[in-house]
DNA sequence: GAAACGAAGGAAACCGGTTGCCTCGCACAC
DNA sequence: GTGTGCGAGGCAACCGGTTTCCTTCGTTTC
């Protein structure tokens, strides 16, 4: 029995000499309480300010771990409160031009609250998705952030996990989940009404894939806000790509068969850079002739196009914030449930000025 | 002390109804050791192959692991080893164009691993930069990998830690430091020698900022590589910016004054989407007037370039890999200190096709 | 038949931080 | 002088998995 308590006390403890020494392990709070002369569990409490303590000692106590550079052991925290101050973000699709601001956003609003962020990309592999979740969960994520490439609503990444879970950009369609995301109406009636502002009422609209969420929502508001002031597309919605190559082919096919418009709306800045192209070298003046607007606020295409682009800003950034907020805030015992819509910014530019 | 041993039973096991019940709290290896009808201890050896132990006694016990869909307890199973399977992957400016492959090269080959990925974007701070690095050390990742923007080689990010690092793009500054980086100058030549062999001789070079690293070695190989074959510049190396604009701007240049020119190697692809525009404008035809390299094969750029772009590819994604192979070495006690350049790879596309 | 040996598995220490409970000692009241 | 109350801090259980040591068998050997 001696002999146990001996090697115990020889693992526990370190006189203070070797304690201030350089030492490659790092320190505990059994070395802090030894320098300052408490026990182990008095330096806990000290440091997370509970307990009844002299302040006197208490001082003492923050002075012998930043003496030490004491930090603590993340792990053994964890296993004893339950709580890692950590989350997980999976990406359903791969990391890309849409995930990296939300990251960014939620990453900052994480970090602020002491929340390390375990990044997973899933890369559009629903087995890989189910991998990452199974890892995360067992290392006991506090919560979960879903973000993904597309707006639609997705299925639940899984039914009754144990932490909470927000998704982000992406919605999940069970209504009752968490999920932030842009606005899109919002973004298009915006752009809309910033071209009728102008003066502009013979607007075509460019945008994507039909079957494509973002694309049909877009064209839904832009034609209902015309509507709303008893106007229309001078020609239907064309439906597409998300690709350059594609405005410039749907510049092209407007040139020819439109009898006249004086404004484009395009489903994405890479849209509009192509129809920019195309409008120009047929000679048309952009924004005298004809007034154009993206959709993405992506920096490399509206100061890339000629001239500088008028865009929609979902603030990705803001809604991967704004979904690690409420994450935190779901985590420590107020959730909000739902879908919550973040409106849009209209950054405008060159190709709408006026005059 | 019989209460004690009371308590200490009830809160660790569970009738073997409970534990097939639908059970909030994930299952504990107690619980598999329990339905296995073993200590925890032995069920320990048995999932992780140790100890001597009857090979019916461990099918048993991964039989109850499975049936209770049991992963274990990483904090608990971190404290007790001293190793988590995490790594901290810091990217020393904001996460961008650069960083993502990288990312996701790093973050597969982990992944491969069994380790997970703390993200860390210190926004260029290295006040956030020393944040996260305590809060990984604190959190006890196995190893570090640092990114950022620029090739250019840095000051170590700390001195004597604890763990393993390996840089990945970036670079320490630091030759006992284990970095991955392009070899840019490899990509350079790559793009001389591949317009070369297209037969053109009056080339140009257009790329971003004098005291850009980056720029400054392709520029480099670029005037060393037509050296070697008795050429020269038509005009000195264009320097300038990273954007479309610059390309323009330089291509509008060489217009006025180059005597001619068959050919432009860029030191990236929006330059030479810049570049690209300018030309067709003026009239020259690309690749028949003039042949276009670019640098990066960033697809939007290379994609919506008019014609698409020949470019050079750094491999991110396998700098990344190899990054995160290397560190895993690193960790499993196979250090390979040093700068490792690897190559780039030329992507040819109709700007320098032949005929 | 007893000693020796090895295989199989259990008991408990251990990682490091947290927390509930207990003790100690001092001050104050009766 | 004894009792009560409370402030201050120590002790040890606890989280869950790993690992060392030890016990308990069954089998072999002389």
New binding site residues.
């Given amino acids: 029995m001696s002999t ?1 308590l001996v ?2 006390s020889e ?2 403890t370190r006189t203070p000499e070797e304690t201030l020494r350089k030492i490659e ?1 790092p320190p ?3 070395d802090v309480a030894a320098l300052a ?6 330096a ?2 000290a ?2 300010g ?5 302040p006197e ?1 208490r001082q003492r106590v923050h002075q012998a771990a930043e003496q030490l550079g ?1 930090t ?2 993340a792990a ?2 964890a ?3 339950g709580r890692t101050y950590t989350v997980g973000m999976i990406t359903t699709d791969s990391i890309g031009r849409f995930s990296i601001p939300l990251m960014m956003g939620a990453e900052d609003a994480l970090g602020a609250g002491r929340v390390s962020v375990f990044l997973c990309d899933a890369r559009d592999d629903p087995i890989r998705e189910q991998y990452y979740l199974r890892t995360l969960l067992s290392r006991n994520v506090d919560g979960l952030i879903v973000t993904g490439r597309r707006t639609q609503a997705r299925p639940p990444i899984a039914t009754s996990l144990p932490v909470p879970v927000v998704y982000a950009f992406i919605s999940s369609d069970d209504p009752a989940d968490c999920s932030v995301v842009p606005d899109e109406a919002d973004g298009a009636e915006r752009a809309i009404r910033h071209l009728l502002s102008l003066g502009r009422r013979r607007i075509a609209h460019v945008t994507g894939p039909e079957h494509h969420h973002s694309a049909r929502v877009r064209a839904g508001t832009t034609e209902d806000t015309l509507a709303g002031e008893g106007l229309a597309l001078v020609v239907p919605t064309m439906f597409g790509e998300w690709s350059e190559a594609w405005g410039r082919q749907a510049a092209g096919i407007l040139l020819s068969t439109a009898t006249g418009f004086d404004a484009v709306f395009c489903g994405s800045d890479q849209i509009a850079r192509g129809v920019a192209e195309t409008l120009r070298a047929a000679g048309r003046h952009i924004p005298q002739d004809v007034a154009l607007v993206g959709f993405d606020n992506w920096d490399v295409m509206v100061d890339g196009c000629q001239p500088p682009l008028t865009s929609i800003d979902m603030d990705l950034e803001g809604i991967g914030r704004t979904a690690a907020e409420m994450l935190l805030d779901a985590i420590n015992g107020s959730p909000v449930p739902g879908r919550h819509r973040r409106p849009c910014r209209l950054v405008p530019r060159t190709s709408t000025a006026v005059g």
């Fill in positions: 146990v090697r115990f693992a526990r392990r505990t709070i059994t002369g408490v026990s182990a569990g008095t806990s409490k440091l997370n509970r307990g009844a303590l002299r000692t004491f603590g052991n053994a925290r296993l004893g409160t």
